[in-house]
C-alpha cells in the first residue's frame, strides 16, 4: 500500500526535519518519494477540511456541484456552535439556537448524502499537482485541492514549542512513535480521547509521562506515568529534550503535544499568514495554488454567517481551480 509507505516516510521527514527548513527542498523530496510509488489510489476532487459552518457550506456547494469531496473533521460539529445561545443574524432563521442550527446543518449534509470523515488532519503537504494529507490515525489521503476551514484555536503555543517542532516535539503520537522506541517520551493531552495515544506509546517507548490539561482522572491500559501539573514551556539544543513544568522539569527524548486543532501555520508547510490568520484574495485563494480559506480562520469577524458565506466561495473558487487545469 503505497500510503502506508508514504505515511512512513513522512515520519521518517519529520525525523530529521532540522536539517530541511527549507520548505520548497522538502517539497520536492516528498514529490519525487510519491513519484517513485505511484499506483491508483483514489484522490478526491476536494477535502474541505473542518466541519464549522464554513465547512459546511464549502461541502454543500461542492456536492451541488458535482464534485467528490472528502470531508474531514468533528462529526458533531463544534463545541463553539452547539454550545451557542442565540444567533440573531443568521438570514432565515431568527434567534436560533447553537443546537438547533446544528441540526439544521445534519440534516442538509444528509438531504445530499454528505459523509463527515471523523479525523482529526495533523499536516497537508501541497505537492505541486495534489496535496496529500495525514491525519491523526497515520492515514493518508489525496485531493486535487483543498479547502481549510478549521477554524482559530485558543490555545497559545508553548515557549519553544514551535521551534523545536519536527526536532523532538510532535503533533501525532501514531504518526511519530516508531522515533521513540525504549525511549522517554511526554505526551500532553486535552481530552480524555488522547489517552489513547499515551497507551500507544507505551507500547513502544521505554517510559511515558502523562500531563493532562482536564480534571478526570486519566485510564491507562498500560504503564503510563501521569503528572498533574501545569506545562510551562519546551528547551533543549539540536533537538528537544526538556518538558519544563510548573514544579519540575522532565528530561525526555520527545514530546506530544494532543490538541483538538492545529495552528494553519504549522498544518500547512509554506502557507501564508499574517497575524495569526490565513492570507486569501476575494475568492479565498491562499498564497498555495489550489489551496483555499474560509471562515474564522481568515480572520475576524468570527460570525457563523461570514463563515457560511466564505465557505460558499472557497467551494466555488475550488470548482474554478479545477476546471481551468482540465483545460
Do not use: W
Amino acid at each position: 500500500m503505497r500510503l502506508k509507505r508514504f505515511s512512513a516516510f513522512i515520519t521518517y521527514v519529520n525525523s530529521c526535519q532540522s536539517l530541511l527548513t527549507d520548505t520548497e527542498k522538502l517539497r520536492k523530496i516528498i514529490v519525487e518519494k510519491l513519484n517513485d510509488e505511484r499506483n491508483d489510489t483514489m484522490r478526491y476532487d476536494v477535502a474541505v477540511i473542518g466541519t464549522g459552518p464554513g465547512g459546511i457550506s464549502a461541502a454543500i456547494t461542492l456536492r451541488i456541484r458535482n464534485k467528490s469531496v472528502l470531508f474531514l473533521g468533528n462529526p458533531h460539529f463544534s463545541d463553539k456552535l452547539s454550545k451557542a445561545h442565540e444567533i440573531h443574524n443568521y438570514p432565515g432563521l431568527p434567534a436560533v439556537s447553537g443546537k438547533e442550527l446544528a441540526e439544521k446543518f445534519e440534516a442538509h449534509l444528509k438531504s445530499l448524502d454528505i459523509s463527515i470523515t471523523d479525523e482529526q488532519v495533523t499536516a497537508v503537504y501541497s505537492m505541486d499537482q495534489y496535496f496529500a494529507i495525514q491525519t491523526k490515525s497515520s492515514q493518508m489521503y489525496e485531493a486535487d485541492s483543498v479547502i481549510l476551514a478549521t477554524g482559530v484555536s485558543a490555545a497559545k503555543p508553548y515557549p519553544g514549542e514551535e521551534e523545536y517542532l519536527g526536532r523532538g516535539v510532535s503533533y501525532c503520537a501514531t504518526c511519530d512513535a516508531p522515533l521513540y522506541r525504549d525511549k522517554t517520551v511526554a505526551v500532553i493531552g486535552s481530552c480524555r480521547e488522547d489517552e489513547k495515544e499515551a497507551d500507544f506509546l507505551s507500547e513502544i517507548a521505554g517510559k511515558v509521562y502523562y500531563i493532562p490539561l482536564y480534571d478526570e482522572k486519566p485510564i491507562f491500559q498500560h504503564d503510563v506515568t501521569v503528572c498533574r501539573h501545569m506545562p510551562v514551556s519546551i528547551s533543549g539544543s539540536l533537538k528537544a529534550d526538556k518538558l519544563v513544568l510548573d514544579d519540575r522539569t522532565l528530561k525526555v527524548d520527545g514530546i506530544f503535544i494532543l490538541r483538538d486543532s492545529i495552528r494553519p501555520q504549522n498544518l500547512v508547510p509554506g502557507l501564508k499568514l499574517e497575524e495569526g490568520h490565513v492570507v486569501v484574495d476575494r475568492k479565498m485563494q491562499t498564497n498555495l495554488k489550489g489551496c483555499f480559506a474560509c471562515g474564522d480562520i481568515t480572520g475576524t469577524p468570527y460570525q457563523y454567517i461570514k463563515a457560511a458565506g466564505e465557505g460558499n466561495v472557497a467551494a466555488l473558487s475550488a470548482v474554478s481551480y479545477l476546471a481551468g487545469r482540465k483545460r
